[in-house]
């Protein structure tokens, strides 16, 4: 069986995916983007048709790994220190478990002493 589990950073779900592979589990992390269709390799410009707002301009411009690129990443409230983290945080890193049915409490009870959501 295939069990999902959800956790709100990586350090917590590296330990938990160590542990569980220490259990005899196959267990692999994902981590979960869900902008990553809002990039793009242009820079957008401000004022124009491709960046007539600061979200536009954050958001949809430039590559995000790269700060050439997209000088305007900083603007992220995660990043900048703007915002506080419980508005921005999100379960975004999946934990990803193949374990027999017979095994499924206790690799929740696992997951859920790291901090995760099953």
């Keep these: 069986m295939k069990l999902n589990a959800y956790f709100y950073n990586l350090e917590s779900a590296n330990k938990a ?3 569980l592979k220490n259990m005899g589990f196959r267990a692999y992390i994902d981590i979960i983007d869900k ?4 990039y793009n390799d242009k820079q957008n ?3 124009t ?4 707002t600061l979200a536009s301009l954050v958001l949809k411009s430039g590559y995000p ?9 900083m603007s992220d409230p995660m990043i900048s220190g703007m915002g506080y ?9 999946q934990l990803n478990i ?3 049915d017979d095994k499924t409490n206790d690799a929740v009870k696992v997951i859920k002493s790291f901090g995760g959501l099953t």
């Design 85 to 93: 983290y419980d508005e921005t945080a999100d379960a975004n890193i």
């Design 45 to 47: 410009i401000a004022g």
């Design 35 to 38: 902008y990553a269709d809002t």
């Design 98 to 100: 193949e374990v027999p």
């Design 17 to 19: 995916a160590n542990y």
């Design 49 to 52: 048709d491709t960046g007539p």
């Design 65 to 73: 790994f790269d700060i050439r690129k997209n000088p305007l990443l």
